[in-house]
């Protein structure tokens, strides 16, 4: 038998920094594996810039064999941006968790989704920050324990849940992408990335993707209570699906940017 | 620079299920999600000391490829015995 079997890895990772950084079960690396089969099938390799923020996230910054940037605490929009700007061929794709994403840096998120600036993000969100062990972050979810809400959060003093594509889909212009995929429906995570790839790439506007992820480590979770708290707990409080289709902001459906529930 | 990995080879059911131990870290959420609990806890250790997995212990694999599909680290490759599986896009043995 001269081929021994490989592993399908997306043709974009890069094999010599396998196995990843990533602790075992984390979601990341289910949804650089379907970030990696997005740009595998657009053919984009060669003109894509990947940036990753700071927290878990940065362990993806020798994942791809693609140029990548590290910033800190949601910086990595506003840098992207800034690369796009100067080198509009090229396709950015701004990786955070939900810590960089909605807490330090959700002014950057908040402003470039007011720009509609040409770049894709991708938002963690695994419900409280991973890499500092687990404190509370704005995506905890009520009642949930951490580190710092030992008995679960309490909503009145510390307020309900951030929505993060809501709030990308209330601000932003006509021609955003927003969805909210799931590590428990990976196709479909796909190709909200596709899409949101896509619509960069045609100069619509920004794409926003949100990703329901998993920490198992912090939570404390054995496999099966990962995948019951994803589907269940998180699936209730987080709706999946798309908020924003370009298509139908051209259509004048959603002239004030402001669409009210998800559509499914 | 290419690299390669050691696969387990097992055939069963309709599938011939590859996995790479040097990428398995044992997180379990195959076993969780395959429809048949054919996956289980193999004697092989993985990449953190921890047990890999293995086919054969419920019901023969239907070749579905949702252990594959949920692998965060690619440590799974599921193959169709009936040769399906070659046609998958991805890194092709080299």
Known sequence: ??????????????????????????????????????IDALGIQERTIFGCDIGCSLLSWDFFNLDTIQTHHGRTTPVLVGIKRVRPELVVVSYMGDGGAYAIGAQHLVSSAVRNDLVT???????????????????????????TTPYGRDVKLTGRPILGPELVAAVAPPGAYVARGSIANVVQLKNFIQKGLLNQIEGRGIAFIEALSACPTN??????????????????????????????????????????APEH | MSVAFKAITTENGKGIFHLFPALCKGCGLCIEKCP???????????AFGTPVVEPGHGKPCIACKKCQLVCPDAAIWIERRDGKGRSDSGRQPE
């Open chain 1, 1 to 38: 038998m001269a081929l021994a079997a490989q592993p399908q890895m997306p043709r974009v990772w890069r094999a010599e920094t396998k196995p990843h950084k990533f602790c075992p079960g984390c979601g990341h690396g289910i949804i650089l594996k379907a970030l990696g089969e997005a």
């Open chain 1, 121 to 147: 993000i991708i938002v963690v969100n695994n419900t409280q920050y991973g890499m500092t062990g687990g404190q509370m972050a704005p995506t905890t979810l009520p009642g949930q324990k951490t580190e």
């Open chain 1, 219 to 260: 939570w404390r979770t054995n496999a099966a209570e990962t995948w019951r708290f994803i589907e269940k707990e998180m699936a209730a409080y987080f709706p999946t699906g798309e908020l924003r289709t370009p298509g139908e902001a051209k259509n004048g459906q959603a002239g004030e940017g402001t669409p009210g």
């Open chain 2, 36 to 46: 048949v609990d054919t996956i289980g806890w193999a004697k092989q250790l993985g």
